[in-house]
């Protein structure tokens, strides 16, 4: 069984679309995550929520909007997508006070 | 939080042992070291954490001097499936993961 998994692995968009990736951990964790990794392979964290609830937005637009339906989900919606969201997205879990994180395989999304 | 600084890659050749070093001149007392892998295409993965002297498990050991300005990663004997990008971190234990932050991380290439 896979620990931290996110749908779809790949997603190829046009510009000014709006879509979705689903994140879904079965390890018990309250604290998820979205990461973003970029070309250069930069990992930068996004969000975070813990018990459903946000805890960090880093400065992202708000086109990228984090819903969190209960604690083994946290799925992210990108709105007006635009070239430089192409990047890996990576979703994560951990409890709360860990610095043990679980990775998603991460999504490969190229907006064209 | 403590910034780090890893060499941006190494080379080894299958069987030798690979030590990669990291500083963190600005650690704090109750900082931890942690270091994570990430194969290509895949999202990291937690290899190992310390604090002080030595740590070991069954995939690698972390050595961190007393004054705990530095710290080395060392994998023995490695293959060509440790070609990955690994990152150190550093932080407090307790604060949960998303205080850790990502950096460049070190690029390990093994070759045949």
């Known amino acids: 069984d896979t620990a931290v998994s996110q749908t779809p692995k790949y997603l190829v968009t046009q510009m000014g679309n709006d879509k979705s990736i689903k994140c879904e951990q079965n390890?018990?964790?309250?604290?998820m995550y979205w990461y973003k990794q970029d070309s250069k392979k930069f990992l930068k964290i996004m969000f975070s929520?813990?018990?459903?609830?946000?805890?960090i937005n880093e400065t992202v637009p708000n086109r990228f909007s984090p819903k969190s339906p209960d604690k083994a989900h946290l799925n992210l919606h990108i709105n007006s997508l635009e070239l430089g969201d192409s990047a890996v997205y990576f979703c994560?879990?951990?409890?709360?006070?860990?610095?043990?994180?679980?990775f998603g395989q991460g999504t490969r999304l190229t907006v064209v | 939080l403590a910034k780090t600084t890893q060499p941006i890659s190494m080379d080894s050749y299958e069987g030798q042992e690979v030590n990669i070093t990291c500083s963190h001149n600005?650690?704090?007392?109750?900082?931890?070291i942690t270091w994570y892998q990430q194969f290509p295409s895949q999202g990291p993965r937690f290899i190992i954490q310390g604090y002080k002297t030595k740590v070991t498990n069954e995939v690698a050991s972390l050595f961190i001097p007393a004054d705990r300005k530095s710290s080395t990663l060392s994998l023995p004997r490695v293959s060509l499936s440790d070609t990955a990008v690994y990152y150190c971190?550093?932080?407090?234990?307790?604060?949960?993961?998303?205080?850790?932050?990502f950096g460049t991380g070190t690029r390990l290439l093994v070759s045949p």
């Open positions: 994560a879990s951990s409890h709360g006070s860990a610095t043990e994180a679980f």
């Open positions: 600005n650690i704090a007392t109750n900082d931890y």
């Open positions: 929520y813990n018990n459903k609830e946000l805890i």
């Open positions: 390890l018990g964790h309250d604290t």
């Open positions: 971190l550093v932080g407090l234990m307790n604060t949960g993961f998303q205080k850790l932050v």
